[in-house]
């Protein structure tokens, strides 16, 4: 044993690219590896060791039963958890099958889908076990990261920034897309990391850093409603990359509540007529 921390990467349901975000950090990736012990990294190496480990770092979400019990092993094996990416803190992309039925996409996609092994949703590490620290991002923020990694091994607590979107377009000069062009944007209610990169370049945000700390996105869109745009153009918005995120999940469940009573309202105004 070398005596230093040792890390661990663990990978689910995702498309890896939060772990090629570690890996594209280059000189400081050198740096953090010369002060821990790398035990199980299969994106950057073949070398297994087995737990316990100190800090684990885990990728993706839960969508197989597989899947449910392998994090519960992952959970006991680590000292200090962290989840890095929307797939882990959220359920990711791949949560948008929790409105819809699973079983219905895996006959239309595969010929044999009784060999398929598959939960009906896609969720959050942490609906399945404790989470120490969740770094959010649909690809993280690889300076995030490395902050976090730093802190945990000088024994300090992580850096991270808790305000919206919207700071950081003030901050880069970036004229509001909505104020200025009527694009739907949530940067209100979406947590900072990407140095407002949308809006940077014309596009409303995505959420792709999920809702920031107290979000309220059930008073954003009552402001776009009143403002010409129906509940199912809004309802998009907020089934993204962190769509199933507790504060976006609840809003667009309630956006497609209003848009389903505004289409019966039609219904039955049209059949008055």
């Known amino acids: 044993m070398s005596g230093k921390p040792r890390l661990a990467v663990f990978k689910f349901a995702s498309c890896d690219g939060c772990q090629?975000?570690?890996?594209?950090?280059?000189?400081?990736?050198?740096a953090i590896?010369?002060?821990?012990?790398?035990a199980y990294f299969l994106e950057a190496s073949s070398r297994v060791l087995p737990g316990p480990y100190d800090v684990t770092l885990v990728e993706g979400s839960i969508t197989t039963p597989h899947d449910a019990e392998r994090i519960q092993e992952v959970r006991r094996q680590s000292k200090f958890l962290m989840t890095i990416g929307a797939c882990a803190t959220s359920g990711g992309i791949q949560a948008l099958r929790?409105?819809?039925?699973s079983e219905e996409y895996l006959?239309?996609?595969?010929?044999?889908?009784?060999?398929?092994r598959t939960?009906?949703?896609?969720?959050?590490?942490?609906?399945?076990?404790?989470?120490?620290?969740?770094?959010?991002?649909?690809?993280?923020?690889?300076?995030?990261?490395?902050?976090?990694?730093?802190?945990l091994i000088a024994g300090r607590t992580p850096r991270t920034p808790n305000h919206s979107v919207c700071l950081d377009c003030k901050r880069r000069g970036t004229v509001c897309v909505t104020v200025a062009q009527g694009i739907p944007c949530i940067g209100p209610v979406t947590h900072a990391g990407c140095g407002a990169l949308c809006p940077h370049f014309d596009r409303g945000c995505y959420g792709c850093y999920g809702p920031a700390a107290q979000a309220n996105p059930s008073s954003l869109n009552d402001w776009w409603m009143q403002h010409g745009h129906a509940p199912q153009q809004l309802v998009p918005l907020?089934?993204?990359?962190?769509?199933?995120?507790?504060?976006?999940?609840?809003?667009s469940e309630r956006l497609e509540r209003m848009a389903a009573t505004s289409h019966s309202s039609d219904q039955v105004g049209g059949n008055d007529k």
């Open 20 to 30: 090629l975000s570690l890996l594209d950090a280059e000189d400081e990736l050198l």
């Open 238 to 251: 907020m089934r993204n990359f962190n769509g199933y995120a507790p504060s976006f999940r609840s809003e």
């Open 33 to 38: 590896a010369g002060a821990v012990e790398i």
């Open 119 to 151: 939960l009906s949703t896609s969720t959050a590490i942490a609906d399945h076990v404790k989470v120490d620290f969740e770094l959010r991002g649909c690809p993280i923020n690889h300076h995030q990261l490395v902050e976090v990694l730093s802190s």
């Open 107 to 116: 006959r239309a996609v595969y010929a044999r889908p009784e060999y398929i």
């Open 98 to 101: 929790n409105w819809a039925s």
